[in-house]
């Protein structure tokens, strides 16, 4: 019995230590304590909730992905997320670390958690996602969205259905056109976000869906005339 115990323990404990090494550390550094936006973080969100929700977030993305192991992900041991002063953008990622503009956050009109969760969905697909500085800005921003379409943080101003020039405008155009080339194909964001480790190629399309991406888009234009 007491054997059986001792062995118990140590695979217990073995999965714990397994656990450890994949479990991810979600931190939150506000660096604009004095600023408006930087108190209104403060007060509105904070960073236990802002935990929170980049540890909700990544499992959203992992699902997204078809990454249910974590052998399967970019090897991230922690995320920072840095509330700043002095940006010209709303957000953006460097590495592992996500940078919020505190005039972004003063900025928020309506429900500030709302708002908030779409630019972090959105910023912490960046952190995930493969592609980064091999794949074209465009396709890589249109993921990001694709996600932030899929959890329901779509802005007021984005597009509808079908609307756009070209499928690679990026953002919330290359958005929805993903989101109609997934509803041929259930993963084939997941499966096209797996080649993106090599790269990218319009390639990737023919051999997804077996359509060029100008015919799919011509297809897509003709399913949302707009």
């Known amino acids: 019995m007491a054997h059986t115990s001792n062995f118990l323990f140590i695979c217990l ?12 550390e979600y931190i939150v550094n506000n660096r604009a304590t004095t600023t408006p936006g930087g108190i209104r973080f403060r007060n509105e969100l904070g960073a236990e909730y802002t935990k929170q929700r ?5 499992e959203f993305i992992w699902r997204i992905f078809q990454q249910n192991t974590p052998a399967e992900r970019i090897n991230r041991q922690q995320v920072i997320l840095f509330v700043d002063q002095e940006s010209k953008y709303i957000a953006y990622v460097v590495n592992n670390e996500i940078h919020v503009h505190d005039d972004y956050i003063q900025g928020i009109k309506g429900d500030i958690k709302w708002d908030f969760n779409g630019v972090l969905f959105h910023e912490m697909v960046h952190i995930w996602q493969n592609g980064m500085g091999k794949a074209p800005g465009e396709l890589i921003e249109g993921i990001a969205d694709y996600v932030r ?21 990026g953002y919330d155009v290359t958005a929805r056109f993903l989101d109609y080339c997934n509803s041929l194909r259930n993963g084939f964001v997941a499966e096209l976000n ?21 015919q799919l888009w011509k297809d897509y234009k003709a399913k949302f005339p707009n």
């Open 13 to 24: 404990l073995a999965l714990a230590t397994l656990h450890g090494i994949h479990a991810v």
């Open 194 to 214: 797996k080649k993106l480790k090599d790269g990218y190629t319009d390639r990737y399309f023919v051999d997804l869906l077996g359509k060029t991406v100008d």
């Open 54 to 58: 980049m540890a909700a977030a990544s």
């Open 149 to 169: 379409l899929k959890a329901n943080y779509i802005p007021g101003h984005w597009v509808k259905p079908g609307g756009g020039d070209r499928w690679n405008q």
